[in-house]
C-alpha cells in the first residue's frame, strides 16, 4: 500500500509538472506575441488546454504567471530546484581556475539569454513603459542575476585573481554589465554577431574587466 501511494504521488508531482510547463510555455508565446498587458490569464489557460482556475490554483496570479514563466524558461524545466542551486552551476562557481570560470559563465550566460532573452526584452519594453507588473518582475530578476554575479566576483577575489585596484564590487558590477540582454541584443540581434562570437567575446570581456587581461595566463 505504502508502495502504491508512493506511485500514484510521484505520478502526481510529473503530472503538476508537466501542467506548469505548459502553462508556462502557453504563457511565453502569448507575452511574446501580443504582449503581457494583452495577455490575460483566461488566454492563457485556453491556449494550454487547462481551466484558467488550474492557472489560477497553480501561479496565483497573472504576475506569479509571469515570474514562473520566466523561470521555467530560464532553466528549461519546471523542476523545483534554484538555478544556483543546479549542478552544473554548483561545479562552475567551485571552478578555481578564474579564467575558466569567467568563460564558463559567460558560456551559461549565453545558454540562459538564448532561451530567455525574448522575454526579457519584452518585460524591459514593458517596465520602461511603466507597467506595474514588469517594473517589479525587472527589480526581482535584475537582483537575482546580481546576487550571480556577486557569488562570482566573490570567488575570484577568493581565488586572489582580481586586478590590482579592482574591487568586488566593481567586478560585480562590470560582469553584471557584460552578461546583460541588452548587450546579448545589440551583439547577436543587432549587429548579428552567432552564438559563440558572443560567448567568447563575453568571457574575455569579463576576464579584461575583472582580472586586468582578456589572456589566459600561462601555466
Not at 504521488?9 to 503538476?16: D, K, V, W
Not at 525587472?138 to 557569488?151: A, H, K
Not at 554589465?177 to 552564438?195: A, E, F, P
Amino acid at each position: 500500500m505504502i508502495s502504491g501511494d508512493s506511485d500514484a504521488g510521484s505520478l502526481r508531482a510529473r503530472q503538476a509538472e508537466a501542467t506548469r510547463r505548459r502553462v508556462a510555455e502557453a504563457a511565453v508565446e502569448l507575452f511574446l506575441q501580443d504582449g503581457y498587458a494583452a495577455t490575460t490569464v483566461a488566454g492563457v489557460a485556453r491556449h494550454a488546454g487547462v481551466s484558467a482556475q488550474t492557472v489560477y490554483n497553480t501561479f496565483t496570479t497573472k504576475a506569479g504567471l509571469l515570474k514562473a514563466a520566466y523561470d521555467i524558461t530560464l532553466v528549461g524545466d519546471a523542476e523545483a530546484v534554484p538555478l544556483a542551486e543546479r549542478p552544473e552551476v554548483r561545479a562552475l562557481y567551485e571552478t578555481s581556475d578564474a579564467w575558466q570560470l569567467l568563460h564558463g559563465y559567460a558560456r551559461l550566460g549565453r545558454e540562459l539569454l538564448d532561451r530567455v532573452g525574448p522575454l526579457m526584452l519584452q518585460v524591459a519594453a514593458g517596465a520602461a513603459a511603466g507597467e506595474a507588473d514588469l517594473v517589479a518582475h525587472q527589480q526581482v530578476t535584475d537582483g537575482e542575476r546580481l546576487t550571480g554575479t556577486t557569488m562570482v566576483a566573490q570567488r575570484l577575489a577568493g581565488l586572489g585573481a582580481l586586478a590590482p585596484g579592482v574591487t568586488v564590487e566593481q567586478a560585480r558590477d562590470r560582469i553584471w554589465t557584460l552578461n546583460s540582454v541588452q548587450v546579448w541584443h545589440l551583439l547577436t540581434g543587432t549587429r548579428g554577431w552567432t552564438g559563440e562570437q558572443y560567448q567568447d567575446w563575453i568571457g574575455d570581456a569579463m576576464c579584461a574587466a575583472a582580472l586586468g587581461s582578456p589572456a589566459r595566463p600561462a601555466p
